[in-house]
């Protein structure tokens, strides 16, 4: 394609618009913009490759005290997975739930809860910032993704983080929630597995009994009443390929960095 072609311009033109945006505008106002759920693949890449390069991958979102916590930290997404394996873990409080962690490790594990909380925990009070336009902030309690990824020993060739989760996206069973992110995020300090909000057992609405935190990503990526744990080097053969539900279904950047 000539580098003069009127439809390259003005691609790019939308792209770095939607840059600009992203950098001026702030947390709370990006989803409001038309650019973001539906962005090519190719301004998604120049979008990673810019906000890696003004924000360095190992800088830390913004915590906030107690005094800054929101009333109510509502859910977003499903807040009771239509799931009769998932309702009846829910019915046990959990007791039987384990978590599978396999794909590319050397030792592949499965965590029941209790041992997750009996793990080093890691507090941090930070701001989910939703694509549907709204914020809130909350005081998350777990155990730091880094921990889980020490214990199993992820292969050399692994890449990406594949979170499967619980929740059926479609009215058939089928379509579960999944989400995923890179090595740089899974090694973040604030990535963990969340078990408490506020001080207290995850809500089944906020994505008990695990859900991911993720903070310098936007919310649909913090997946929810978590599963299984991937280690993969590709997406090519998980769903639709493109490393998450929303991902593929509607075309929403991998890469939702803020």
């Known amino acids: 394609m000539s580098p003069h072609n009127p439809d390259k311009r003005k691609f790019f033109r939308r792209t770095l618009g939607g840059l600009g945006a992203l950098l ?33 991958r190992k800088s830390m979102a913004q915590e906030f005290s107690e005094a800054d916590l929101s009333p109510q930290f509502r859910s977003n997404g499903t807040s009771n997975p239509d799931n009769p394996a998932y309702q009846a873990m829910a019915g046990n409080n959990f007791a039987d ?14 965590f029941s809860l209790a041992q997750l909380r009996a793990l080093p925990s890691r507090t941090q009070i930070t701001r989910h910032d939703c694509v549907e336009g709204w914020s809130a902030i909350g005081k998350w309690t777990g155990v730091q993704l880094s921990q889980i990824l020490a214990a199993v020993r992820p292969a050399a060739d692994a890449r990406f983080v594949v979170f499967h989760c619980a929740d059926p996206m479609e009215s058939n069973g089928k379509d579960l929630y999944y989400e995923s992110i890179d090595m740089d995020d899974a090694y973040h300090p604030q990535t963990i ?22 903070e310098r990503q936007l919310g649909y990526k913090h997946a ?16 639709g390929g493109k490393g998450g539900y929303w991902e593929d279904s509607n075309d929403y950047q991998w890469y939702a960095g803020i």
């Open 24 to 56: 001026l505008a702030g947390c709370d106002r990006i989803s409001g913009s038309e650019w973001f759920p539906k962005v090519m693949s190719a301004g998604e890449s120049l979008s990673k490759s810019v906000h890696k390069t003004l924000v360095s």
């Open 224 to 239: 929810k009443y978590l599963m299984r744990v991937e280690l993969v080097n590709s997406f090519e053969k998980i769903n």
């Open 193 to 214: 597995l969340a078990y408490d909000l506020n001080g207290k057992m995850l809500p089944v609405a906020n994505g008990a009994p695990i859900r991911l935190r993720v």
């Open 97 to 110: 739930w384990s978590l599978k962690v396999d794909g590319l490790v050397e030792k592949p594990r499965q």
